[in-house]
């Protein structure tokens, strides 16, 4: 009877192995047979499927200074909206958890918003805005962070509040306080390494939310990477295709990196035991 | 058990503190008085107000009336980083993402003390509690018991003027809770720090307190050491939170209140005669299965509670039911059905009026 029952353990696992295996593969060829070809497009030789390899539109993306200029700012609005978007959010959600916990769905709600209004309608009302902006104040590509900071809040709102969520920030705060901490040492030293990994995937949405991003910065005339794509798609399709893989990759590089940073822990002085034990009582 | 000599703690005042949330009163007035290196447990039921008390000592919160006075300072404007106050809390409060002595060591990093003698008073307060050989390890590498030792490690470190303990023990099973609690009072000796330690449980106040101070309603209904807290209640309220409590029927009469024919002397001995239920202590009464059986005082066993050392028995006394306890070794001649006589140890009790239908009527 045990002997039975062990054997249709084994199938049931062999099964279940099969069925994850499966799902995996399905999953793989869904995401990576567009990549692929979008590679073999963007490293075609003539027109048609195999008519050889060549790395020309790969090599062209740096001769167009415009696509060049807005890889940059695209960059830099990923940089400038993620920090932006976490010294915004961290410091006000901590707060709110600490002292205002009656306004936590109110302020979960003012989040959440910009994901129910669609982004043409955001475009209208930021015009007024960006017009004002351009006049009084700059009109430079990285002013488009303002609009971009209020797109990635519905996201980021959701990654840090997973990682607040999973920590006893009143305690840790209180903890901190009464050793002496300022409120700054608090943020810093005690709540931010222990939601790393949050922060780190709020980042990650924010850099691809931005690197993707396309209605607002076309309706609002600012040439960003997508806008350039599109562009460049009209005039040469291969260095299009070719950047678009290139801007997948980086995100793809990102979360390798995510990952890993997220799993690393830090390893604490193993000798300082050892001295203190050996007499090293200075 | 106490080494007085050691003592260098702060006198620390707490003068007529007052809380409010919204049309909550959480601490009404509150006046207490630590003496320099004394350990004073404050207990009382959930929400009457000796956690508030304790963050309101710690800075953690703000009064809406009264001082807090710290060695002679008055610190009720100063934020919590700006007190030299240890804390320990309820809820596990290690930093997840540093070893045991980075915890210890945390505060006095805040303190800007140079990384060697960081290092080094770091692990001397882990010897103390006896963790030095887990200086290493994360939180989640240690059991609760071993967390709450880093946690007491690391609000002594920073050599503070006063220790708040904040029902540091709750969350930790019986047998650490006990050894932790011994561990607790130790150190606090050793150390001579002055101490508040809030609690609801009695047993826990009773064995590490110099002095017990029992809250109802943010209000300290009394306050003494802990022998008088039990055996001499200033209130009824005092008498029920503090250990069980018998209420039975007598009168007042010539200072003494008569129960079922017994004389007991009053602990408040000025009150008027007159009917009134008395408060009597279960150790103060014991059972007999010889001589007459006959009189007020006689029942049956209904019920025998073991609790280890001491067991708990229920009398009946005809509609009143009585709670005796003693040695477990005595209730072996009284099983449950047995017809005992009730005899009451003449301590002062304490008398409650105001209750219209009390046992025993």
Not at chain 1, 202 to 225: C, K, M, P
Not at chain 2, 78 to 92: D, E, H, I, S, T
Not at chain 2, 306 to 335: I, K, N, W, Y
Request: net charge positive; with cysteine.
């Amino acid at each position: 009877m045990a002997a039975v029952t062990a054997s249709f353990q084994r199938s049931r696992r062999a099964r279940l192995q099969a069925f994850r295996y499966v799902v995996l593969i399905a999953a793989a060829i869904f995401f990576l047979v567009p990549l692929l070809a979008m590679f073999e497009f963007s490293t075609r030789k003539g027109l048609n499927v195999g008519s050889g390899f060549t790395l020309t539109y790969w090599r062209q993306i740096f001769d167009y200074p415009d696509l060049v200029a807005a890889i940059t700012a695209s960059l830099q609005l990923a940089a400038i909206t993620s920090i932006g978007m976490l010294v915004l959010l961290v410091p006000t959600m901590v707060w709110v958890r600490l002292r205002l916990p009656r306004l936590t769905r109110i302020v979960e709600f003012i989040c959440l918003l910009p994901l129910t209004i669609p982004a043409i309608v955001l475009v209208v009302g930021f015009f007024p805005m960006y017009q004002w902006m351009g006049i009084n104040f700059s009109d430079s590509i990285l002013t488009l962070s303002f609009a971009y900071v209020v797109l990635v809040l519905p996201y980021c709102y959701r990654a840090l509040d997973a990682g607040l969520g999973a920590i006893d920030v009143k305690t840790l705060t209180e903890a901190a306080r009464s050793l002496g901490a300022s409120w700054f040492t608090v943020m810093w030293r005690v709540i931010v390494p222990n939601i790393s990994s949050a922060i780190l995937n709020a980042a990650l949405l924010s850099v691809a939310l931005v690197l993707g991003e396309y209605t607002i910065a076309q309706n609002l005339l600012y040439n960003n990477l997508q806008v350039e794509i599109a562009q460049l798609g009209r005039a040469n399709a291969g260095v299009s295709i070719a950047v678009a893989v290139a801007s997948l990759l980086f995100a793809f590089i990102l979360l390798v990196v995510l990952a890993f940073v997220g799993r690393r822990r830090r390893q604490p002085s193993e000798t300082l035991v050892q001295d203190f034990a050996r007499g090293g009582r200075k | 058990m106490e080494k007085a000599a050691t003592r260098q703690g702060v006198e620390v005042r707490l003068e007529n503190l007052q809380r409010r949330y919204g049309a909550v009163t959480a601490l009404d007035g509150l006046s207490l008085t630590l003496g320099a290196g004394e350990l004073v447990a404050l207990l009382g039921p959930s929400g009457c107000g000796k956690t508030t008390a304790l963050r309101l000592v710690a800075g953690l919160e703000e009064a809406d009336g009264g001082r807090v006075v710290i060695g002679g300072n008055d610190v009720t404007g100063l934020p919590a980083n700006k007190r030299n106050v240890g804390m320990v809390f309820q809820a596990y409060s290690l930093f997840p993402h540093m070893v045991a002595w980075e915890n210890v060591a945390f505060g006095l990093q805040m303190r800007k003390v140079g990384v060697e003698e960081r290092k080094r008073r770091a692990l001397e307060t882990l010897e103390l509690v006896g963790l030095a050989s887990m200086a290493n390890r994360y939180a989640t590498q240690l059991s609760g018991g071993q967390q709450q030792r880093v946690a007491l490690a690391r609000a002594l470190a920073i050599r503070p003027q006063v220790l708040l303990l904040d029902e540091p023990l709750s969350a930790l099973d019986a047998k650490v809770r006990s050894r932790l609690r011994d561990e607790i009072r130790r150190v606090q000796l050793e150390v001579g720090i002055t101490t508040l330690f809030v609690t609801h449980d009695q047993e826990e106040a009773l064995a590490i307190a110099d002095r017990v101070g029992v809250m109802q309603s943010g209000q300290l209904e009394q306050l003494g050491p802990p022998t008088t807290v039990y055996s001499r209640p200033a209130t009824p309220f005092v008498a029920d939170f503090v250990g069980l409590t018998n209420r039975l029927a007598g009168t007042v009469k010539n200072r003494e209140v008569e129960v079922r024919g017994v004389r007991l002397p009053l602990v408040q001995p000025d009150v008027p005669d007159g009917p009134a239920t008395a408060l009597v202590r279960p150790e103060a009464v014991s059972l007999a299965t010889d001589g007459v059986m006959d009189g007020p005082l006689v029942g049956t066993v209904i019920a025998v509670a073991f609790l280890g050392a001491t067991s708990r028995v229920t009398v009946d006394l005809g509609g009143v039911t009585v709670l005796a306890q003693m040695p477990t070794a005595q209730t072996a001649e009284h099983p449950a059905g047995t017809k005992v006589r009730l005899t009451l140890r003449p301590d002062p009790v304490l008398i409650q009026r105001e209750e219209t239908n009390p046992a025993g009527s």
